[in-house]
């Protein structure tokens, strides 16, 4: 196995290229650092490399790279220049990807308990055994009907694969995904309005951008691709980036200019802002009067309450520059509205995403270029399998059964979730949930209570299609393929869930290539070709015979039932909910005398999700303090780097604080994806001995990282019954007090 070391990470002193640093084979292939020649280091260092296209799977974006592969091995990962959507930029978790796939605390081989569930004592066992005793168990479960419930928790997107077509006939399960959960009030939002599952604001044209509780500098579901056409607007167009947030994120401190709103308080400003615009006859009549559900006057009859001078009151930002946004906004055009999960997050969180729609339409930015696009991506053809709303502890809970079979796939909800120590209780309670099984690469914080871990293969070592909204209108599709041998017994996701299937229903035959090859028979332009050797070489597809397009509502009308835009949801109505865009007052007040604060979590750009063991993110960032403004911070008695404790519901952390002016007043704000309890040394800062020197060098440990994800108050969105994490108040008291 080639070793990724700090040694040489260090020697080839190649930081922009982070994945190329090698172990065993140093010599063989960099020996054009110790001779002189006509070429460059860089150039010799690379000429035996060949370079294998795939996508990134380390987060939502879905990136197109290049894999540098010697020998068989995985060496290091590149951007692919001629990708679509990132044009050869990549992130560090893109990177440290290499540390997920040669990580020496990885699970190789399948694993059963030896004793309670929980006691983290483990042994191997064959595939077969696992495979004959889980069919076993499913067979049992089918005969039992309804009784109890065959639950699949899959916490990755690997695109378009045959896994949802083999759970729905094996099945079919109650499914829970992790990253529908996530985007559900963002996707109810859009789906109400549009008709459609998201949008895409097309910054790269853009003039004036206003940017409500987003973090695109740091994290978006379409990070890299974004924020590279975010900055060349900023640097080609001049365009003005005006941002509102709680927090001096990395994107708000990068702005033009930042307001600090008041918690929970977005909504006010947002339709103080439409308010002003239609006061001011700066909207776009024509194309509400032709492509909404409501009239201009209609409109400004909902939004008679929202004057900038309650948006103030509520919110803290100046009524001269609730105005000003306005005027700007629908003047300096194109222009654009987005949020992001500081605003879809919170118990309004449909709502938030619907005001901002409303925004962009009343300056008629819907589809055009530098406005609110459409999303243009390819479909593929997979049984739907619908995903619940609500996690295991509410399936338990509220409907008072067990769950027969419980199998979750990249998923670690007893760390991710606020609900997260209800879970643990409940896979400790072999009555409530006889069997579990998890597909994943480590021992998380939940897979601990499993009675059987199955090694998944990583991205690196796996088949998929995937296609996300194109940034630049065009739809393309991205092959991901194997860069090296999965290493041990792993398997892939689809490849564990065929060997189920073969063994309990006749005619499920297992090829991940053929329905690729078959998912691209189905493209136009495609037909007739060998589409899988096409992608195979290139990375990805798209049909030249197609250019960027705007407006594609003129053609049919939008997907909704009027075929227009839905500013008025009619649906909402009809379920006793306001069908239009509400702000209701924050019922959460933080009492600052008694120490009562706002909680607001935050991801860095070097947390990976599904990669916290990574040696080179984890020495990057292992430490969480919690933000809190000086002034605040002064009232309490609190002084740089003190220990204090943060307690909710009934539960407490200790953290050490980092005063600043970068939060409001009313805030802490502090980073998640730290403070793991399983996983690996690496993630939990101790050294080891292993095969990877490195691990032997880790200096950080994890003394100032902290575990924040059970501190927050788990709510409920009130349109989609998504979750909304972005309300929880918490009460600060010096350690020891």
Not at 51 to 62: D, E, K, R
Not at 578 to 589: G, Q
Request: glycine share 8%; charged share 25%.
């Amino acid at each position: 196995m080639t070793l990724l070391t700090r040694r040489v990470f260090l020697r080839t002193g190649v930081l922009g290229a982070a994945g190329l640093a090698l172990g065993s084979q140093l010599d063989k292939l960099l020996y054009a650092f110790e001779k002189d020649g006509d070429l460059y280091s860089f150039q010799r260092a690379i000429r035996p490399f060949t370079l294998i296209p795939s996508v990134c799977f380390q987060c939502q974006a879905g990136c197109g790279l290049l894999g540098m592969v010697v020998d068989g091995e995985l060496i290091g990962v590149l951007g692919n220049p001629r990708y679509p959507n990132n044009k050869g930029g990549l992130c560090a978790r893109a990177i440290a990807g290499v540390n997920l796939a040669y990580d020496p605390e990885r699970i190789l081989f399948p694993l059963k308990r030896k004793r309670e569930r929980g006691g983290n004592q483990w042994e191997r066992m064959s595939w077969q055994e696992a495979i004959r005793e889980i069919s076993s168990r499913l067979v049992e479960l089918r005969s039992k009907g309804q009784n109890q419930r065959f639950v699949v928790q899959m916490g990755a997107d690997d695109g378009a694969t045959p896994a949802k077509n083999i759970l729905k006939k094996i099945g079919p399960p109650t499914l829970i995904d992790d990253l529908y959960l996530r985007d559900l009030n963002r996707m109810k939002a859009h789906e109400l309005v549009l008709g459609e599952e998201g949008g895409v604001a097309d910054v790269a044209h853009s003039q004036t951008i206003l940017n409500f509780g987003s973090n695109p500098y740091e994290s978006h579901e379409s990070y890299i691709p974004f924020i590279q056409r975010l900055i060349s607007a900023r640097i080609n167009n001049h365009a003005k980036l005006i941002t509102f947030d709680v927090r001096l994120s990395n994107t708000a401190g990068r702005s033009d200019e930042w307001y600090p709103v008041r918690p929970g308080t977005d909504m006010a400003v947002i339709l103080a802002i439409c308010k002003t615009i239609l006061e001011r006859g700066l909207v776009d009549r024509a194309f509400l009067t032709q492509w909404t559900n409501l009239s201009p006057d209609q409109i400004l009859s909902y939004l008679a309450p929202y004057t900038p001078q309650m948006a103030e009151k509520e919110s803290g930002v100046p009524v001269k520059e609730i105005i000003k946004v306005a005027n700007d906004f629908a003047t300096f055009k194109p222009s654009v509205a987005f949020c992001g999960s500081g605003l879809t997050h919170q118990r309004s969180g449909t709502y938030h995403q619907m005001a901002i729609l409303l925004l962009n339409a009343l300056v008629g930015n819907i589809d055009q270029k530098g406005g609110y696009g459409l999303p243009k991506r390819v479909r593929f053809e997979e049984h739907d399998v619908p995903s619940n709303v609500s996690g295991i502890d509410h399936l338990i809970d509220e409907e008072n059964r067990s769950i027969g079979f419980y199998l979750t796939y990249l998923s670690n909800p007893v760390y991710a979730d606020p609900s997260g120590k209800r879970m643990e209780e409940i896979l400790k309670d072999e009555k409530l949930i006889p069997f579990y099984v998890a597909a994943d690469t480590h021992i998380t914080e939940t897979s601990l209570f499993a009675d059987m871990i199955l090694p998944v293969a990583t991205h690196f070592e796996s088949w998929g299609l995937d296609s996300r909204p194109a940034m630049d209108r065009i739809p393309y599709i991205g092959l991901r393929q194997p860069l090296m041998k999965p290493r041990g017994e792993t398997v892939s996701f689809s490849h564990l869930l065929g060997m189920i299937g073969k063994r309990i229903e006749k005619g499920i035959e297992l090829d991940e290539k053929g329905f690729i090859q078959a998912q691209l028979k189905r493209i136009r332009g495609l037909e007739g070709t060998d589409g899988i050797k096409r992608l195979e070489k290139e990375g990805f597809w798209m049909d030249p015979n197609l250019s960027p397009s705007y407006e594609s509502y003129r053609q049919s009308g939008f997907k909704t039932p009027s075929r227009k835009m839905e500013l008025y949801a009619s649906r909402l109505k009809k379920e006793g909910l306001s069908p239009f865009p509400a702000y209701k007052e924050n019922d959460k007040k933080a009492n600052l005398n008694n120490g009562e604060l706002f909680l607001t979590p935050f991801s860095k750009n070097v947390t990976a999700r599904y990669n916290p063991n990574s040696k080179w993110l984890s020495e990057i960032y292992h430490e969480n303090p919690l933000w809190i403004n000086e002034k605040t911070a002064k009232s309490l008695g609190l002084a740089e780097g003190e220990k204090v404790e943060i307690h909710s519901k009934g539960m407490k952390a200790t953290v050490y604080v980092h005063l600043t002016q970068s939060v409001h007043p009313e805030v802490v704000a502090i980073g998640r994806d730290l403070g793991h309890w399983a996983y690996g040394h690496v993630a939990k800062g101790k050294k080891f001995k292993s095969q990877d020197p490195d691990t032997s060098l880790i200096w950080w440990d994890n003394g100032k990282s902290v575990h924040v994800n059970w501190l927050i108050q788990e709510e409920k969105d009130r349109v989609s019954g998504g979750l909304s994490v972005m309300s929880t108040v918490v009460k600060i008291k010096k350690s020891g007090g």
